[in-house]
T-cell receptor
Framework: GQQLNQSPQSMFIQEGEDVSMNCTSS?????WLWYKQDPGEGPVLLIA?????ELTSNGRLTAQFGITRKDSFLNISASIPSDVGIYFC?????????????FGTGTLLAVQP | AAGVIQSPRHLIKEKRETATLKCYPI?????VYWYQQGPGQDPQFLIS???????DKGSIPDRFSAQQFSDYHSELNMSSLELGDSALYFC???????????????FGPGTRLTVL
């Protein structure tokens, strides 16, 4: 099925470092979302973006909805060990069309204390 | 705050058996989505319901069916199970059109289905 290109695939960083990951698509979306998933658990919503160009923060997390509506990035500042997990971006067309989520390929984050 | 509830959390079945997965959405949420996540993969959309009617359909095998009931809970029925059906199955719920901007989906903890 359709996927979003997410990079990097994995990151191994030291505690306290900043992290950046991004997602690109060949088609536009009206909503971008970022989820974090722990092994064997459901994705947990981190940030939702509804407007092109929007920049939103949630604690140490900051995400932006690209102006072309075809990309988004997520930044994590001052990483801590509990940030470990898989981060997924997801795009949603919505607006009367389909509301299903199209997920990115995921970024595995490992944080060394 | 109440979250999406899924049951069972783990299920082991033999090939060709049937399975029923249940999803209880967040209170006041009227829209339910089902996703399948294979090992090391991202979640793939299967089917969704809004106000008890099917609203969208993805890559769901014909062996699978689903419905949403009057209390908004949903069940995913899987028949003639195959080894390849082993996966995590997630349900997500949302406020649907009443949610205003976007249709933000909140995921349950998932059901891990193992087919032997």
């Amino acid at each position: 099925g359709q996927q979003l290109n997410q990079s990097p695939q994995s990151m191994f960083i030291q505690e306290g470092e900043d992290v950046s990951m991004n997602c690109t698509s060949s088609s536009i979306f009206n909503t971008w979302l970022w989820y974090k998933q722990d092994p064997g658990e459901g994705p947990v919503l981190l940030i939702a973006l509804y407007k092109a160009g929007e920049l939103t923060s949630n604690g140490r997390l900051t995400a932006q909805f690209g102006i072309t509506r075809k990309d988004s990035f997520l930044n994590i500042s001052a990483s801590i060990p509990s940030d470990v997990g898989i981060y997924f971006c997801a795009g949603q067309l919505g607006g009367g069309a389909t509301n299903k989520l199209i997920f990115g390929t995921g970024t595995l984050l490992a944080v060394q204390p | 705050a109440a979250g999406v509830i899924q049951s069972p959390r783990h299920l082991i079945k033999e090939k060709r058996e049937t399975a029923t997965l249940k999803c209880y959405p967040i209170p006041r949420h009227d829209t339910v989505y089902w996703y399948q996540q294979g090992p090391g993969q991202d979640p793939q959309f299967l089917i969704s319901f809004y106000e008890k009617m099917q609203s969208d359909k993805g890559s769901i095998p014909d062996r699978f069916s689903a419905q949403q009931f009057s209390d908004y809970h949903s069940e995913l029925n899987m028949s003639s199970l195959e080894l390849g059906d082993s996966a995590l199955y997630f349900c997500a719920s949302s406020l649907g059109p009443a949610g205003g901007l976007g249709d933000t989906q909140y995921f349950g903890p998932g059901t891990r289905l193992t087919v032997l």
